[in-house]
């Protein structure tokens, strides 16, 4: 599998021009349409065209008919990836260091909030006359003074953190109201949905509604639909879980085999890379009890419903697309925000009852988010590979050649390349002023040349950090570290499954790419973390209390 990463610059003024100079033809091209769908914690294999055994029919068939990345990187975490993906810059750039509850005081980069010197893509198309609008979660600092209505976007239905999936459900308070074009709605009104609603079905509701808003405008639209799923508590219909129930009594170890060998034959794994080792915290499935063996299928049955829901919602809005005429000229992308998510540790969380229903509490757990990162190592949280690797299908019948129809693209992207993208397609300026505040220059590159199978010119490195753990990708080579480890060294072409640590073997390419780390964070507003530290499946580790005090 090659890696390459040539050389072309990218200039956005083009587009512009284009476009000017089609029109004095008196023939100039409809401006796309952009939808960005953005899943909650699912990991890089669990849909059908990643080698998931889920049943993701239209996700599959998007696929078919567009383009999958296989190297697409996150940030790791909800808020920042939130904030890179919206504003083609590094999270710290943009104010969301962390997540959207913290605020450190004296920071550069960790103001809980969107920061002024960033705009939203909904800003740049909005100035450039597009139709923009939101459906589903937000966890972008509304607390803290950025709520979505204020940076860019004409129509919301949000949330203000997600975990939100029926009108009355067992939730904290904050999470039980739907911001209705700014409103504040109480989730459990007619106004928000009808009947026992489910929210991926909910919010898709909106988001044709928001469609519709746009074309009785005769505006081209940006639609960032934000899906809550399948991020915890999971949750999901009765009815759908129940398709699942029975499916995951194969356990974790056999069904990550058969994933990985379906990865292979797809070419979206190569052979060569190992699959990563079950890690000594998840037990063998063969060695659970039947009580725990019937438990572990009732978690996974949950999960399973909440990504078929995701795959129907994704196709109601292929379908509606294609019922008002607009499919055609409407850019897709699909993607998921970080990798799966461990947290509950090896046994995941099961509270209340019943499992996957309005009133119960459920974590995944680890041992299954291994499972959703196959092959990858580690999770949510930290910079190797399982915990920044997203699936990326891009659809665009209208500019993607019909001979790149269900192709892998694997050269490296990043989400700081979708803002680059959009600029260039659209004809839209990205400003250096916007509103009398001077603005970062965007960070990424337009993936349009991939997308028709051209090399990318990516004249920089890839860059990452969250909490303490950082990572640089340079052409074919990756140091990454987990805070208050050790720097490690990967050959990512040999070893996309990170077993074989070359630091000791190439210690004057490690300093090159530690020191440009150095550089980078030095200059993008990256604190230095003082949190605590986290275990192997995302949860703090804490100094035990002292006895004497």
Request: charged share 25%; net charge neutral; with cysteine.
């Amino acid at each position: 599998m090659k890696n390459r990463i040539p050389a072309r610059p990218l200039v956005p003024a083009l587009a512009a021009l284009g476009l000017l100079a089609a029109a004095a033809c008196g023939a100039a091209p409809a401006r796309p349409n952009i939808l960005l769908v953005l899943v909650d914690d699912m990991g890089w294999s669990d849909i059908g065209c990643y080698g998931g055994e889920i049943p993701t029919p239209n996700l599959d068939a998007l696929a078919a008919g567009g383009v999958r990345f296989t190297q697409f990187y996150n940030t790791a975490r909800c808020s920042t990836t939130r904030a890179s993906l919206l504003t083609g810059l590094y999270p710290h750039q943009a104010g969301m260091g962390y997540l959207d509850g913290l605020r450190k005081p004296g920071s550069k980069g960790t103001h809980g909030r969107l920061h002024e010197r960033c705009v939203t893509m909904a800003e740049v198309l909005g100035a450039a006359g597009y139709h923009t609008s939101i459906v589903g979660k937000w966890h972008l600092g509304q607390q803290n003074g950025t709520p979505p209505w204020e940076r860019g976007f004409q129509r919301t239905a949000t949330t203000q953190f997600g975990e939100l999936y029926f009108p009355k459900e067992r939730s904290p308070e904050a999470c039980k109201f739907v911001y209705l074009d700014g409103r504040k709605v109480p989730a459990d009104l007619p106004e928000v949905g009808t009947g026992d609603w489910y929210a991926t079905s909910m919010f898709t509701d909106w988001a044709l509604k928001f469609v519709d808003d746009a074309k009785a405008k005769d505006k081209p639209f940006l639609l960032y639909f934000a899906h809550g799923a399948p991020h915890f508590p999971l949750k999901a219909p009765a009815d759908v879980i129940a398709k699942y129930r029975g499916t995951y009594r194969a356990g974790w170890d056999k069904l990550r085999e058969a994933r990985h060998r379906r990865q292979i034959e797809m070419g979206i794994v190569d052979p060569k890379w190992p699959l990563s080792p079950r890690p000594a915290d998840v037990p063998a499935w063969d060695d659970l009890d039947e009580a725990d063996r019937d438990r572990f299928d009732a978690i996974m049955a949950v999960y399973a419903a909440m990504i078929d829901g995701i795959d129907r919602s994704v196709g109601r809005m292929v379908a509606g697309l294609r019922e008002r005429g607009m499919l055609e000229n409407t850019l897709i992308l699909f993607l998921s925000d970080n990798g799966c998510n461990a947290e509950g540790g090896p046994r995941g969380i099961t509270e209340g009852g019943p499992i996957g229903g309005p009133d119960s509490h459920v974590f995944l757990g680890m041992s299954w988010a291994t499972l959703g990162n196959t092959p990858l190592r580690r999770y949510k949280h930290f910079t190797h590979e399982g915990g920044i690797t997203t699936p990326l299908i891009a659809h665009w019948p209208a500019s993607i050649p019909a001979d790149r129809n269900g192709k892998l693209e694997h050269q490296p992207g990043h989400l700081i390349d979708v803002m680059a993208t959009a600029v260039d397609i659209t004809g839209a300026l990205y400003p250096a002023e916007f509103q009398g505040r001077r603005i970062l220059p965007m960070e990424g590159i337009s993936l349009v040349p991939a997308l028709h199978g051209k090399p990318l010119h990516r004249v920089k490195p890839i860059f990452w950090e969250h909490e303490g753990n950082r990572a640089i990708r340079s052409g074919a080579w990756k140091a990454v570290m987990k805070y208050r480890g050790e720097w490690e060294l990967y050959q990512i072409p040999n070893d996309r499954t990170e077993q074989r640590n070359l630091i000791a073997e190439k210690p004057d390419l490690a300093r090159l790419l530690i020191r440009q780390w150095n550089d980078w964070a030095a200059t993008t507003f990256v604190d230095d973390w003082e949190g605590p530290a986290r275990n192997d499946w995302g949860s703090e580790i804490r100094a035990a209390p002292d006895p004497a005090k």
